[in-house]
């Protein structure tokens, strides 16, 4: 119903953002594509909620018992994100930024960069379908290894950078002419399944004196058959993407009807580790959707080793900065809204490849921003923990957790408030 | 020549002493037996000769070695390989060289489906057949074959260069037979002798990408 005039109602089925997208449909004849991750409004972790100690237990004081976080890969890492979405001062941003919160950081679709490499103190290279800028002289350079089978934001797809950022040096890269369409492949091109990802990473390890980690990232879809697939084929860590993660460039039919939530992948994946007997022995991170040391803590809470943060760490850098909103507004948006991130005009200079919008990004103030921010999370998720009586982050248990939704009972497999009871196991 | 015998070393121990050698090395390597992941990630100018039938990833992401396998080899023959040689003298599965950026890759037999697929700088030469959908996605290098091409050779194929001495099933979306130019007869001859094949240039014919599908068209939708 319309504020101004009662009389106008709006409907539930064709509201005005279907309409205008049916109508911009009509006009171009193409998908919308575009960046940033999920809008619509799904279970997360907000629907839970931690049961603070009381009398059954006690807390442990803030600031003066300890409650620590150390654990082998960081607690909160930095996803993949390519150097062609992202500008080169971006990338070195989120490599600063990772180092001084004492983190590891991620290359993405397109190689490693120099900036890149030289910043990040810990590196995990992703090995994607498209090997586009894939060397082996980086892979020995990086930490760890991630290969990539899927993403939250387009579990089944492949990357998308439109040929406004395929810029010289991107197109030098990836071995591909300047401003065309870059579409990478959805699956690799050399294995066809689990059984061949097994010997890839036999050669992956041959290849690197068995000395890095190997990573398996999976975009949420049927977590629990492929995070035991990923273990089987021999994978250090599992990275499980849900559907609210962000992507650089792919279509919104893809971002917002492929691919579950956070909230359940987090469970299902420590379900499939557990009747392994490996939870913690491959550790799990967690990905898709995560903003706050609330974020954290319930993500550890259901079993998670660690977190990994996206667009929540551009976002940091300035990505959506009111300071910027006149010109959001001069290209159809504002702060808060922007999602064009193929576009390659991003005002803060983080998603672009224009050379005057990159150098507004300053990396050294981009990376202390980002680890400021990573720091916060690490107190916020410290400040729950203790609140439980936790004197490490990974003794937060689904115990300490209730929903306060069905759903989010049903998904996270935590008792909905004020009852014991968790749908689909009982209980009253 | 330092001999490696399979029956008696581990996968780990060929490729930690290959990784290991100096440019000249000579190594012979036996009893195979289709094992995986030999020979991989060489980064000097060894002589590899490898006697059996090989698994996966043959080679993988060689870089400068020259490696000749008397044999078979099993699916994603020198992946993503740098540079040097690898020479097969039987047949090939799979994704040879896939995404391989330099280098040179003969294959004296057949080479199965995807061949050369998304190929970004490498440079194959097959003595017979090859099988669908190679050159898939291939980014630059050249695709010399000198017997038949499967379905859909080339889709979707942006700057490498096919070279087709028999005949063509049929073209992927995007490719199409191009002039065969004296830049063109000249590199093949190269590539030809650098491979000892003995066949004339005149014999083939190019293939290359038509360049409709690099951006968006509205009007090229039945093709995506």
């Known amino acids: 119903m319309s504020k101004d005039n009662p009389t106008l109602i709006e409907s539930a089925t064709f509201p005005r953002h279907v309409i205008a997208e049916i109508q911009r449909a009509a006009k171009t004849g193409i998908y919308d594509i575009r960046g940033f991750g999920a809008k619509r409004d799904i279970p997360t972790f907000d629907d839970l909620v931690f049961l603070g100690a009381s009398t059954s237990r006690y807390p442990l004081e803030g600031y003066r018992e300890k409650c620590t976080t150390e654990v082998i890969l960081g607690n909160i890492t930095i996803a993949g994100m390519s150097f062609g979405s992202l500008s080169a001062q971006a990338k070195e941003s989120l490599g600063r930024g990772a180092t001084i919160a004492g983190t590891s950081t991620t290359t993405g679709d397109g190689g490693m960069t120099p900036e890149e490499r030289g910043h990040s103190k810990t590196l995990v290279y992703q090995y994607l379908p498209s090997r586009y800028g894939m060397n082996p002289d980086d ?42 369409d870059q579409r990478s492949a959805c699956r690799h091109p050399d294995w066809t399944g689990p059984d061949d ?66 909230l359940p992948a987090v469970r299902m994946a420590v379900e499939a580790l557990q009747e392994m007997d490996m939870h913690r022995k491959v550790q799990l991170i967690v990905s898709g959707g995560i ?25 940091a850098l300035g990505d959506q900065s009111p300071e910027f909103d006149d010109e959001y507004k ?19 200079g983080i998603t672009t490849q224009d050379p005057e919008l990159a150098k507004r990004l300053d990396p050294i103030l981009g990376g202390r921003r980002l680890a400021n921010y990573i720091n916060v999370l690490t107190l916020e998720l410290q400040t729950l923990a203790r609140a439980c009586g936790k004197s490490h982050v990974h003794n937060l248990e689904p115990e300490d957790m209730v929903a306060l939704t069905m759903e989010a009972a049903a998904m996270a497999g935590v008792p909905l408030a004020g009852t014991n009871w968790i749908p689909g196991k009982g209980g009253i | 020549m330092t001999e490696i015998n399979l029956e008696k ?51 993988g992401m060689n870089q400068q070695a020259n490696i000749i396998i008397n044999g078979n080899a099993g699916p994603g023959l020198a992946e993503n390989m740098m540079s040097g040689q690898v020479r097969v003298t039987g047949n090939a599965s799979q994704y040879a060289a896939a995404t391989a950026h330099g280098g040179l890759l003969v294959i004296e037999g057949d080479s199965s489906s995807r061949c050369g697929i998304s190929m970004k700088g490498v440079n194959i030469v097959v003595g017979g057949n090859i099988g669908h959908m190679s050159a898939f996605m291939a980014q630059s290098g050249c695709l ?59 014999e083939f014919r190019r293939y290359g990408s038509a360049r409709k599908l690099y951006n968006f068209d509205i009007d090229q939708v039945d093709d995506y």
């Not at chain 1, 290894?145 to 950078?161: S, T, Y």
């Not at chain 1, 706050?292 to 977190?307: F, I, R, T």
């Not at chain 2, 780990?12 to 995986?36: P, Y």
Request: glycine share 12%; charged share 25%; hydrophobic share 40%.
């Open chain 1, 139 to 180: 892979l020995r350079k990086a930490d760890a290894i991630e290969i990539v089978l899927g993403q939250g934001a387009k579990p089944g797809g492949g990357g998308m950078l439109l040929g406004q950022k395929i810029s010289p040096r991107v197109a030098q890269m990836r071995n591909l002419p300047e401003g065309i």
């Open chain 1, 330 to 348: 001069e290209i159809g948006s504002a702060a808060g809204f922007w999602d064009d991130y193929q576009a390659g005009n991003d005002p803060a």
């Open chain 2, 9 to 59: 070393s581990t996968i780990r121990e060929l490729n930690e002493a290959l990784q290991a050698g100096s440019s000249g090395d000579k190594f012979s390597v036996n009893n195979t037996v289709g094992k995986h992941a030999l020979s991989v990630g060489l980064t000097t100018k060894v002589d590899v000769e490898i006697n059996g039938h090989v698994g996966y990833y043959c080679a």
């Open chain 1, 291 to 315: 903003r706050s040391g609330a974020d954290v803590a319930k993500a550890l809470a259901l079993g998670a080793d660690a977190v990994s943060i996206g667009t929540a760490a551009l976002i």
């Open chain 2, 144 to 202: 010399v074959v000198c017997g038949d091409a499967g379905d859909a050779l080339g889709d979707s194929i942006y700057e490498a260069k096919i070279y087709v001495r028999g005949k063509v099933k049929s073209l992927g979306t995007d490719c199409i037979e191009k002039e065969m130019r004296d830049e063109h007869k000249k590199e093949l001859q190269q590539l030809l002798s650098q491979s000892k094949m003995s066949h004339g240039v005149e």
């Open chain 1, 197 to 262: 990802l097994e010997i890839k990473i036999q050669e992956l390890r041959e290849i690197t004196n068995w000395e890095k980690p190997i990573y398996v990232k999976v975009g949420a879809t049927r977590v629990f058959y492929d995070v035991t697939l990923a273990v089987k084929a021999g994978a250090d860590v599992v990275v499980v993407d849900g559907m609210q993660g962000g992507t650089a460039a792919t279509q919104d039919v893809f971002i917002e009807h492929v691919g579950i939530p956070t």
